[in-house]
């Protein structure tokens, strides 16, 4: 899984072009770290325990909703006007002892920044892996999950946030708080 989650950021690095682009002084980047619970619906929790063991579960054993609590990386570059690209890691623990949650995703987003802060709409798309427990496989699934993202200016460099986000296919959804740095002074974000 670990391996995995490293072949995907590597990729999107890469893709993204902040590596290799020429005008990198004249682009604001940022990094961005937080930490981010995930609830996780029944049906999540179901296909997780029945890829482990094979067959369908009885509705007697069903597992309820399930929640992860990760730690994530994300990397944006400003592109256009007011959208950005980039990448995003996270892994955490799952409820249940010996379990665990990680992805690996591509970002895209449009902000509106003011003198005091951020609004901003993005989309985020990639892998997630999940292991119920010590002993069980690797389940992992493709992921598309629209957000919504707030920051407050603390200072030129430094933002303060707030993420909340919503996978339709499964009907999870994601809540977080995130500390940002910027390569650019305030407001550079800004067309």
Request: proline fraction near 4%; charge should be positive.
């Amino acid at each position: 899984m670990l391996r995995g989650s490293a072949w995907v950021v590597v990729f999107a690095m890469a893709t993204t072009g902040c590596m290799f682009d020429h005008r990198r002084e004249d682009r604001p980047a940022r990094v961005r770290f937080g930490v981010t619970t995930h609830r996780l619906s029944s049906e999540t929790g179901d296909s997780l325990v029945a890829a482990r063991s094979g067959e369908p579960m009885p509705t007697s054993t069903k597992a309820g909703p399930s929640t992860a609590i990760t730690g994530s990386a994300q990397f944006t570059m400003s592109f256009r006007g007011p959208v950005y690209l980039g990448v995003e890691a996270e892994g955490g623990a799952m409820t249940r002892s010996g379990s665990n949650y990680a992805g690996g995703y591509g970002v895209i987003g449009a902000e509106s920044t003011s003198g005091i802060g951020s609004l901003a709409v993005e989309l985020v798309a990639g892998r997630r892996w999940m292991r119920q427990d010590t002993e069980s496989a690797d389940v992992s699934s493709f992921a598309v999950e629209p957000r919504l993202r707030a920051q407050f200016w603390m200072t030129d460099q430094l933002t303060f946030g707030a993420a909340i986000g919503a996978t339709p296919i499964d009907r999870s959804f994601m809540a977080g708080v995130f500390l940002g740095v910027h390569s650019s002074v305030f407001n550079s974000w800004k067309p």
